[in-house]
């Protein structure tokens, strides 16, 4: 008499069997994600090391790392379009071309992060 209605125990379920998928797939992902960063941020350091040197302060190392957990704040948006196309009815096709999602904000993560070099941190190192 006690039981749960089994709708709510299938529901319960199939959210836990998405949200595994979902954590599964982006968090796979957000190592080759920190890297291209990484490394878009060490190509403009290398490229224009002797004006960067100066920056090698504790503050704007401090600065950087602020910026880099800002950035894995935006990776999380991800789950915020994964989780609900995953319960729709194109969970299948989602799935097959959800890269296209990491594809885009990838291109957008290495867009800001050649503007806030290029922009806001290299003119004002001095």
């Given at each position: 008499?006690?039981?749960?209605?089994?709708?709510?125990?299938?529901?319960?379920?199939?959210?836990?069997?998405?949200?595994?998928?979902?954590?599964?797939?982006?968090?796979?992902?957000?190592?080759?994600?920190?890297?291209?960063?990484?490394?878009?941020?060490?190509?403009?350091?290398?490229?224009?090391?002797?004006?960067?040197?100066?920056?090698?302060?504790?503050?704007?190392?401090?600065?950087?790392?602020?910026?880099?957990?800002?950035?894995?704040?935006?990776?999380?948006?991800?789950?915020?379009?994964?989780?609900?196309?995953?319960?729709?009815?194109?969970?299948?096709?989602?799935?097959?071309?959800?890269?296209?999602?990491?594809?885009?904000?990838?291109?957008?993560?290495?867009?800001i992060a050649n503007y806030w070099m290029a922009?806001?941190?290299?003119?004002y190192i001095r």
């Amino acid at each position: 008499m006690d039981k749960q209605p089994p709708i709510q125990t299938n529901t319960s379920g199939r959210l836990r069997e998405i949200v595994t998928d979902a954590i599964g797939y982006w968090e796979r992902r957000r190592i080759l994600y920190n890297g291209i960063l990484a490394t878009v941020v060490a190509f403009w350091f290398l490229v224009t090391w002797p004006h960067f040197r100066p920056a090698l302060t504790l503050q704007t190392l401090l600065f950087f790392f602020v910026l880099a957990m800002l950035a894995n704040v935006c990776y999380c948006v991800a789950y915020l379009a994964d989780v609900p196309m995953q319960y729709s009815l194109f969970q299948t096709v989602w799935r097959r071309w959800r890269w296209g999602l990491w594809t885009v904000g990838m291109i957008f993560a290495i867009v800001i992060a050649n503007y806030w070099m290029a922009d806001e941190i290299y003119p004002y190192i001095r």
